[in-house]
């Protein structure tokens, strides 16, 4: 049953993830994008992490490729590109080459550490829980208790990040002559 | 055969266990029919009453009462044509409706239509020897789903003003799309104050713990979260005052003008749909769902009926009431202009809902540790006050600067 789940989830991420390079109209790789991260949200369940999932759909799938589409419409970039052409030449080749690579180390690094992967995930422990809660708690005791400082810290970059882009996204007159 | 490749599961090794499969596929069936007949009925009741209000009759020809007019609607619907835009994009044209017909479906499965809470129960009642709850699914994640599933209905509503390939449409899905997200935040912030006093994510928890009016949610977080919730919620399902999505006036007919026949039926079917899903998940979060109203210790009981559909009898009442109120909002509010919309999303819903949920952490902390719970609340509201303050210096000198800059907004 996990193995069946596992291939067609899989199925469903690999699926959407071509989709998202090879659709031509950007509205349409938009929506093999939401298939995508349903695909994870899916193989996220099966590994009983149910909160993962359910943010995962919440804030990705929900609001993030929400705002992606927003912005596709109102900056109405929303037709069809040719294909076959190529802005910056050698670039298709170039990038196949890149993208093998880099997958072929991937993967290579993934097999020569399995023992090691296999040894790291034991951060939180689903089967144990006494209630249908308990992964929440886990979760939360290892964010808000045991990591507590990396966690705002982070939380504080990420609002650096927004406070930045406002700034630089803003052409207004009074920064120009230094008001 | 059939036994050799159950075996794959270790769950199905020792053959299917025919009894609960039943119980979830008729569990299935019933909850569709539920929610279709209760949409049938929704439109026929939106529309009478409104009828009463505006001193018409309203439908009264199809059945009695004119009780079959919503069938006869969707009858008429079908019979017409079926226009496809020649400038839409075709897949994304016929695949809209369903994104958001099947989300309004979804909702339904997690809350509890019924069982006895009482005397500790939780809910559960015994079917052919099996314990289960009155409700389709009861996930880990609970409440969550609603939310994901909230947020999901937007791509119906967004992909199907695009593809119609014409103006009016985009505009009516943009407003949608910016509408639903911005009103979401406070949605699920408000609804953290109430998993803060519940601790726990399911629905089926959620109600067991409001067993009298005094622990109902809505009395033990404060009345605050509710009301941010209603607002939200009513801005989440585009009904009036908040239908900028389909202001005739300015839209034509909002995100769904290019579509006809079924398919505009079903958009139809799932707005109603998604109102009394909505209404219901306000029961079961801040009134005790299928709980009976109990003051104390004095609860109201319904003889004659057994307890597990006295349950179920109590949602609908209560549903009823929440109905009645978005029909009574829809007759008497007028709509909301964009700005005011927006401004009172981002800088009162989020702020409120946000310092609400502050105020009420920091009690829950305070009574843990041992402190006194009046200086607690002052402190916490001093902070509050002392940012709402900065935050509205913020808004004032923006302004400023924009109207410096010429702006007129």
């Known amino acids: 049953m996990e193995l069946v789940v596992f291939v067609l989830a899989a199925a469903m991420v690999m699926s959407g993830a071509l989709g998202v390079v090879i659709r031509p109209n950007p509205v349409h790789a938009a929506m093999s994008l939401i298939l995508t991260l349903f695909g994870i949200a899916v193989l996220f369940v099966v590994h009983n992490a149910h909160f993962l999932a359910a943010v995962q759909v919440i804030v990705y799938a929900g609001a993030i490729v929400v705002l992606f589409l927003f912005v596709i419409m109102l900056l109405g970039v929303d037709r069809a590109e040719d294909m076959s052409i190529e802005p910056i030449t050698g670039q298709r080749s170039l990038a196949v080459i890149v993208g093998g690579g880099v997958s072929a180390i991937v993967i290579a690094a993934v097999i020569s550490s399995r023992t090691a992967i296999g040894a790291l995930g034991k951060g939180v422990d689903a089967t144990t829980g006494e209630s249908p809660d308990a992964n929440i708690r886990q979760l939360a005791r290892a964010i808000f208790k045991d990591n507590v400082f990396a966690f705002e810290l982070t939380s504080v970059l990420l609002l650096v990040a927004v406070i930045g882009t406002v700034l630089m996204a803003r052409k207004s007159k009074t920064v120009g002559t230094g008001e | ?409």
């Open chain 2, 1 to 409: 055969m059939i036994s050799s490749i159950l075996a794959i599961d270790p769950m199905l090794d020792k053959g299917l266990l025919w009894t609960p499969l039943i119980i979830v596929l008729v569990k299935v069936v019933l909850v569709f029919v539920v929610g279709l007949v209760a949409t049938m009925l929704m439109v026929w009741f939106e529309r009478k009453v409104i009828a009463g209000m505006q001193n018409r009759v309203g439908p009264n020809k199809a059945g009695p009462w004119g009780l079959l007019q919503t069938l006869a609607d969707g009858i008429k619907l079908f019979f017409k044509e079926d226009l496809l835009p020649e400038r839409s994009d075709k897949f994304v044209f016929k695949l809209a409706p369903y994104m958001v017909l099947v989300p309004a479906f979804l909702t339904f499965a997690i809350i509890p239509l019924g069982g006895d809470f009482r005397d500790g129960k939780g809910g559960l009642v015994t079917l052919f020897g099996h314990q289960t709850r009155l409700q389709l699914a009861d996930p880990p994640i609970g409440v969550l789903f609603a939310l994901a599933i909230s947020s999901i209905a937007i791509y119906g509503i967004m992909l199907a003003g695009w593809s119609s390939g014409s103006k009016y449409p985009l505009l009516g899905s943009v407003r949608a799309s910016a509408q639903m997200v911005s009103y979401e935040a406070s949605l699920g912030l408000s609804l953290g104050a109430v998993l803060l006093v519940s601790g726990t994510l399911s629905t089926a928890g959620i109600v067991d713990a409001q067993s009298s009016i005094g622990r109902w949610n809505l009395v033990a977080t404060g009345f605050v979260p509710f009301f941010i919730f209603l607002v939200s919620a009513t801005a989440e399902l585009n009904r009036p005052p908040f239908d900028l999505v389909e202001a005739e006036q300015e839209l034509v007919g909002g995100f769904n003008t290019e579509y006809s026949s079924i398919r505009f039926a079903l958009f139809y079917l799932a707005e109603f749909m998604n109102t009394i899903t909505m209404s219901a998940l306000i029961v079961t979060l801040f009134f005790g769902g299928p709980q009976p109203i109990s003051v104390g210790s004095v609860t109201l009981d319904i003889p004659l009926i057994p307890n597990a559909i006295e349950g179920t009898v109590w949602l609908i009442l209560k549903v009823l009431v929440f109905l009645y109120m978005y029909v009574w909002f829809r007759a008497t509010l007028p709509r909301f202009r964009y700005d005011q919309l927006m401004d009172l999303g981002w800088k009162i819903m989020i702020p409120a809902s946000l310092g609400w949920f502050m105020l009420l952490a920091a009690q829950r902390v305070g009574r843990e540790a041992g402190w006194d719970q009046i200086v607690v609340t002052l402190v916490t509201a001093l902070v509050l006050i002392a940012g709402y303050a900065l935050l509205q210096l913020a808004v004032h000198v923006s302004r400023a600067n924009r109207e410096k800059n010429g702006a007129s907004f």
